[in-house]
Structures are given as structure tokens and as C-alpha cells.
């Protein structure tokens, strides 16, 4: 099924790489006009220029979505150069580097500025993207054009204790914020929900994709999930591709897990 995002205009933070790249491409597939935001101009600019490479609709943004007002700028760009916006995918987002050889940090191993970072980038960048949507769309809405779709990476591990501590807890406040957000939104048309991916190779998780033990790595990642393989950024973005098309015209409040069954429990036996 093509067309899924046909005619909207959708802004998608942390586009440079990951997950926000494959969102950029597999939405503008679907007939998107993206916006690709990133806190990194270069890899921002060439995501776009894949999207346009693919004959779609696109342009590169730099923002930090830590920074209200570059958030701003993100959807007065989108405006700018659209109209309007439909939909914002939240999906910037970083953790604490592991420790080298270890792996993982434990709570009393992170740093101050390290978890301020995290909380910055995780949590009020959402809340920042958030704002700054439901804004426009109040404004949209004026003109007879209400409504809007926002979609937020979470994570598993903020459902189920996964992964980093503090981490965690960053996402598991994504996780309220979309349930909470939208309760609040809800008479305005505007749909808020979130995706919890589980174990991806991603540069945003302090792994190299082109390592030469990509393959080891994804092989470990596969055997905590029960299907079997890891999580592909293109999974995570199909989700979200879902929850903004209209396909979900009446899902609201959602944290979907991607995690191939990670957070449904273990298989006892056989």
C-alpha cells in the first residue's frame, strides 16, 4: 500500500541518521514532504538529498531539539516552504556513551552532564517538539485545517527495565508524556503517540553500523528478542509511518513496542 502520507508535510528531528533517515525515506515514499532536522547540518542536508535523489520532496534543517526556539525554526521552516505541517516525528534522541570494554554504565557510573544531556535531548526536546506542533496546528486550525499527527521514539526501555538506567527513565517519561499529551489534545483533533523499539545498530547508541562485527552484534541482538533478529531502523519507521497516516485516524495514546516480542515476556520451556 503506496500513498499512505500523500500531500502531508511531516518534520522529522534526529533525520541524519538511524531511524530519522529511514523515516525521511520511507515517508517520502508514502507521498510525504519532509522536513529532515537534525543537530547535525551536514547529515541533515544529505538525507534530504537522498529523499530527493528518490524523486520525493524534501529539505534539510538544522536544530537542535534541546533549543525551544531552533525547534521553532524547524516548523516555521516546514511552513515556510509547505504551508503547513501535518506531522512531527520526535525522534532525536541520544544515550550515555558506554563504558569502553564493559558496556553499559550502571546509575552510579553516569556522570551529571552526561544524564543533563540525555535529559535535555530525551525529554524536553520532546516536550519542546510537542509544543511547538501543537502550536501550529492551533494556528492551522484557525484557517479551517485542524488537527495533526505527532509520533515520539520512545524506546522498550521504557516500558520494561531494558538497558541503561537513566536512559530508561528518560524514555518511560516519553512514554507518560504521549499518554498524558493525548488526553490534553484530544478535542483538538491531534493525535500523540509513540514507538518502543528494542535493540538497533544505530550510530545514536554509540554502535557503528559498518563495524566488521556488525554481524556478531546483530546476532546478539536478535537472541534477547523472541523473534529472533534485531530491530531495523526501517521497522521503527514503518510504525511510525503507521500511527501518522491515517490509517490511525482513531489510535491516540499508544505506545507501540517494536522489540519483536521482547516486552510480551520469555518463552518458558522447550
Same mark, same amino acid.
Given at each position: ?12 528531528? /534526529?533525520? $541524519?541518521?538511524? &531511524?530519522?533517515? =529511514? ?7 508514502? !507521498?510525504?514532504?519532509?522536513?529532515? +532536522? ?107 485545517? /485542524?488537527? $495533526?499527527?505527532? &509520533?515520539?521514539? =520512545? ?7 531494558? !538497558?541503561?538506567?537513566?536512559?530508561? +527513565? ?101
Amino acid at each position: 500500500m503506496q500513498g499512505l502520507l500523500e500531500g502531508k508535510v511531516a518534520l522529522i528531528t /534526529g533525520a $541524519g541518521s538511524g &531511524v530519522g533517515r =529511514a523515516a525521511c525515506l520511507l515517508f517520502a515514499e508514502h !507521498g510525504a514532504k519532509v522536513i529532515a +532536522a537534525d543537530v547535525n547540518a551536514d547529515n541533515a542536508s544529505e538525507t534530504a538529498a537522498m529523499v530527493r535523489a528518490q524523486n520525493g520532496e524534501a529539505i534539510a534543517v538544522e536544530c537542535d531539539v534541546a533549543d525551544p526556539a531552533s525547534v521553532d525554526h524547524a516548523v516555521a521552516a516546514a511552513v515556510e516552504a509547505f504551508g503547513r505541517l501535518d506531522c512531527l516525528y520526535n525522534n532525536a534522541g541520544i544515550t550515555i556513551s558506554p563504558v569502553p570494554g564493559k558496556g553499559l554504565r550502571s546509575l552510579i557510573e553516569c556522570e551529571g552532564e552526561d544524564m543533563r544531556r540525555v535529559s535535555e535531548v530525551n525529554v524536553m526536546g520532546v516536550v519542546h517538539g510537542c509544543q511547538s506542533a501543537i502550536r501550529q496546528f492551533e494556528r492551522q486550525a484557525k484557517d479551517g485545517q /485542524g488537527g $495533526g499527527a505527532i &509520533v515520539s521514539t =520512545a524506546s522498550v526501555a521504557g516500558l520494561i527495565g531494558y !538497558g541503561g538506567v537513566f536512559y530508561g +527513565a528518560t524514555k518511560g517519561a516519553v512514554v507518560q508524556l504521549t499518554r498524558a499529551l493525548a488526553i490534553e489534545v484530544a478535542d483538538k483533533g491531534i493525535r500523540v503517540n509513540a514507538v518502543c523499539p528494542a535493540g538497533m545498530l544505530t550510530h545514536y547508541a554509540g554502535m557503528d553500523p559498518d563495524s566488521e562485527h556488525r554481524d556478531r552484534i546483530l546476532e546478539g541482538m536478535g537472541r534477547v528478542h523472541p523473534l529472533g533478529r534485531a530491530i531495523d531502523p526501517r521497522d521503527t519507521a514503518s510504525a511510525a509511518l503507521f500511527l501518522c497516516s491515517d490509517l490511525a485516524s482513531n489510535v491516540t495514546g499508544v505506545n507501540l513496542p517494536v522489540d519483536g516480542g521482547l516486552s510480551a515476556g520469555r518463552k518458558v520451556g522447550g
